[in-house]
């Protein structure tokens, strides 16, 4: 669990990194643990606002004291933009105990630099909030389900899946909109998962979400299929051809 002591030491750190960048502006959302396995992977979005794209964009990492810009591949480190989706993406791999720490998306527009969004992520031989993809898909109309499974000591915590681009978040129980697919989660406090149930998917349900127990959490990334459309078989083109001619 995070103690005070860990809140203080992030208000610190973003302080003092503040003063490093000469950050006029921060815009991140909650605060968010994200717990991975060691010698694990995870890929992090990071948007920004499409109707002023950034002139830089760019990973900041505590451990390092260094910028990494977007379209940069390392070799356990790949920072990509995707500018149609407006947002980039993170990926580090081979995670180690040592790269735990606090982390950072920022981008610069027009001199000004803003953090918009921040982290704590910790190696650790379990992860606290896991789940069993990191990539689901579902067809426009249909239904999807993600399993999240949490540590003992998340037990009681607020379960939540939430949507990384806007930070709306839906709890247990179920939740019916006009604009997005309905959500449903039921958490089994026993086998220590909850899982979130969309239905009616739209194509406008595509992008990041991130289903948390508490301040831990873990991503999770929905791509949405155009439904097909419905062929016309021989014999029902037939059939409206006879109904044509009488």
């Known amino acids: 669990m995070v103690t005070?002591?860990?809140?203080?030491?992030?208000?610190?750190?973003?302080?003092?990194?503040?003063?490093?960048?000469?950050?006029?502006?921060?815009?991140?959302?909650?605060?968010?643990v994200l717990t991975i396995k060691s010698g694990g992977s995870v890929t992090i979005p990071c948007h920004y606002d499409e109707k002023k794209p950034p002139?830089?964009?760019?990973?900041?990492?505590d451990n390092t004291l260094s910028n990494i810009?977007?379209?940069?591949?390392?070799e356990n480190l790949s920072v990509i933009d995707h500018p149609d989706?407006?947002?980039?993406?993170?990926?580090?791999r081979n995670l180690q105990y040592k790269d735990t720490g606090d982390y950072y998306c920022a981008v610069e527009t027009e001199g000004q630099t803003t953090i918009t969004y921040d982290l704590y992520l910790r190696v650790q031989s379990a992860p606290d909030v896991s789940?069993?993809?990191?990539?689901?898909?579902?067809?426009?109309?249909?239904?999807?389900?993600?399993?999240?499974?949490?540590?003992?000591?998340?037990?009681?915590?607020?379960?939540?899946?939430?949507?990384?681009?806007?930070?709306?978040?839906?709890?247990v129980g179920r939740t019916d909109t006009s604009q997005r697919s309905s959500v449903q989660i039921s958490d089994d406090v026993r086998n220590r998962s909850f899982t979130v149930l969309m239905?009616?998917?739209?194509?406008?349900?595509?992008?990041?979400?991130?289903?948390?127990?508490?301040?831990?959490?873990?991503?999770?990334q929905?791509?949405?299929?155009?439904?097909?459309?419905?062929s016309v078989t021989g014999t029902e083109k037939d059939k409206r051809f006879c109904l044509s001619q009488n």
């Not at 989706?85 to 580090?92: A, D, I, K, P």
């Not at 929905?222 to 419905?230: G, R, S």
Request: with cysteine.
């Open 55 to 61: 002139q830089k964009k760019y990973w900041y990492s």
């Open 131 to 171: 789940v069993v993809s990191s990539s689901v898909s579902g067809h426009e109309g249909g239904n999807v389900s993600v399993q999240c499974f949490y540590s003992f000591g998340y037990k009681y915590e607020l379960k939540q899946w939430c949507r990384y681009k806007d930070q709306s978040c839906y709890t």
């Open 85 to 92: 989706q407006s947002l980039f993406t993170v990926t580090m």
């Open 222 to 230: 929905l791509t949405v299929i155009e439904a097909e459309p419905v």
């Open 69 to 74: 810009y977007t379209n940069t591949t390392e």
């Open 4 to 32: 005070m002591a860990t809140y203080t030491k992030v208000f610190y750190i973003l302080i003092r990194f503040w003063l490093i960048l000469g950050v006029e502006c921060y815009s991140g959302g909650s605060y968010h």
């Open 199 to 220: 239905t009616g998917l739209r194509l406008s349900d595509s992008g990041w979400f991130f289903c948390s127990a508490g301040e831990a959490m873990n991503p999770v």
